[in-house]
């Protein structure tokens, strides 16, 4: 029996994805052409009735040191729908045999006709997710979550990430956190979307082909904020990275009683046309790509293959962190060195409401850093170490510090110091740049008795993008030698000595007068 055009078609573009791409276990990085013929398209050796297809996201670490960070917290909402493929004039996917091809895999022959087959809007029925909300028929939910137990390449968020520096000018696309979630797609239900329902009899609703399927990012603002990431890509009519795509490739089965799937592609288009068309260009980038998700190969597409991108370019999205370092200085001969002062540490972040971010820090005493202690902010975007509790650790002596590290974008800090000797001393703090810092309300050294407190807020929130340097605060105990005479100050008992001596030299001078006086003869 003749095969139709159409099974023609397919059977051609099923020997040529299955040669261009049997070397391929999985897919990879997103190469930039508009063409089927090359990775990452995945070609299922052995096709099956279901497709696991994995969909990436990156999210680009930033940190104003350049400092490892913990990855931030949030999870990431999509959206999978049948693509609006035009029932009238459907996109086509053009392109060529293998053996119409010249040694150079990319080149036609001379007179080589293309292959032309026409894409189908997916059936949802078929499609599978994690996350997804069983009352909405029409359309399947998924996410993509960094950073808690769920998330296996933070390990809960105890791994360390390496970061780019805030004022890099060149940003390093593999300091990133990666995660992504999977859409299973069964051929049994594109050839019958009520297959395996109970007393149903399967058959053909849906014949073999490409079926499209449209992914959103549909991730709120609001969870962005909380979270503190900072989308690059926009949603605007001229961009529309929000939005990818997944061509699945169906064909017969072998007793011709429903279809397998033997490939797929993820792929975006810059104009965000669900209809967009694909065809062959061996020399030209195209606007349409095949990608792996929504990661940093495919937000890049025009440096995909490069390990750097200039950061003004850069369309993936960002998470910039801060940090901060308290120090302690002792000053005067009579502070004493060896004290540890306790030290109170208060972190509040207004955009923070449920994100729960983490950061670490250390304490350095006696010279020696103590381990590293991951934390995180509350639902409330607070966080408080209070040296008044001994197990904080956080008394601290001359030249002892703390550095908390990956603070996320709006996060202001309180510090207050207690004075917990029987002495009264003179405070002051100071910025990594010297500059005096408000204490109580002044920025004049402050004087603490025993049991008083000094306290500093930060001004304003770490704004986001900036490129300032470490944040330093260091508070200074001052207390000088005191007179001899016992007396409370240093400058008023020998002024008063000094009054008290030129007095009685003078009732001296006064009687030596009178005495000569009167004994003169």
Not at 292 to 318: H, I, M, R
């Amino acid at each position: 029996m003749k095969k139709t055009m159409v099974q023609k078609t397919i059977a051609t573009l099923t020997a040529f994805l299955a040669v261009s791409a049997m070397a391929l276990p999985m897919a990879v990085s997103a190469v930039d052409t508009p063409t089927i013929n090359a990775a990452p398209a995945y070609v299922i050796a052995t096709p099956a009735n279901t497709a696991a297809v994995p969909v990436k996201k990156d999210i680009v670490l930033f940190n104003v040191d350049g400092s490892s960070i913990l990855s931030p917290n949030i999870t990431y909402s999509y959206e999978v729908t049948p693509a609006a493929v035009s029932a009238t004039s459907p996109a086509t996917i053009t392109t060529y045999a293998p053996e119409d091809l010249e040694s150079d895999g990319k080149t036609p022959k001379t007179g080589a006709v293309p292959i032309t087959v026409t894409v189908k809007p997916g059936v949802i029925a078929a499609v599978t997710t994690t996350g997804d909300n069983t009352s909405t028929a029409s359309v399947r939910e998924a996410s993509i979550t960094f950073g808690d137990a769920n998330d296996t390449n933070t390990n809960n968020n105890t791994i360390k990430h390496p970061t780019n520096r805030e004022d890099a000018t060149t940003v390093t696309l593999s300091n990133k956190v990666s995660s992504s979630m999977t859409i299973t797609v069964d051929a049994n239900k594109i050839y019958d979307p009520d297959y395996g329902t109970t007393g149903h009899t399967t058959t053909q609703v849906n014949g073999p082909g490409v079926y499209r399927y449209k992914i959103e990012d549909v991730t709120t603002a609001a969870t962005l904020t909380a979270s503190g990431i900072d989308r690059k890509y926009k949603d605007t009519e001229a961009n529309h990275d929000k939005y990818i795509y997944l061509d699945v490739y169906t064909k017969y089965n072998a007793n011709k009683d429903g279809l397998v799937i033997y490939g797929y592609v993820l792929l975006k288009d810059v104009t965000g046309n669900d209809n967009v068309s694909i065809e062959y260009n061996k020399d030209t980038q195209g606007e349409t790509t095949k990608i792996t998700g929504f990661d940093t190969e495919s937000e890049n597409k025009e440096t995909y293959n490069e390990q750097t991108v200039e950061k003004a370019n850069l369309t993936s999205d960002a998470y910039h962190t801060y940090n901060v370092e308290v120090s302690k200085k002792t000053d005067g001969d009579l502070a004493d060195t060896q004290h540890n002062f306790p030290f109170k540490i208060e972190l509040t972040n207004t955009n923070t409401v449920t994100s729960l971010d983490d950061f670490y820090y250390q304490i350095t005493k006696d010279g020696t850093a103590q381990s590293e202690v991951i934390t995180n902010l509350s639902n409330a975007g607070a966080w408080t170490l209070d040296g008044a509790t001994a197990s904080t650790n956080l008394q601290l002596q001359n030249n002892d510090k703390i550095l908390i590290t990956g603070l996320p974008v709006n996060t202001k800090i309180k510090v207050t110091e207690t004075n917990d000797t029987d002495d009264t001393y003179s405070v002051s703090a100071k910025d990594e740049s010297n500059v005096a810092l408000t204490l109580n309300s002044s920025t004049s050294p402050v004087s603490v008795a025993a049991g008083g407190t000094a306290a500093m807020t930060a001004d304003a929130e770490y704004p986001l993008n900036n490129t300032a340097a470490l944040d330093k605060i260091e508070f200074t105990n001052t207390l000088k030698d005191i007179s001899i005479t016992g007396l409370l100050f240093n400058v008023a008992p020998f002024a008063f000595i000094t009054v008290a001596g030129a007095a009685l030299l003078g009732l001296f001078m006064k009687n030596k007068r009178n005495s000569e006086s009167e004994n003169k003869i």
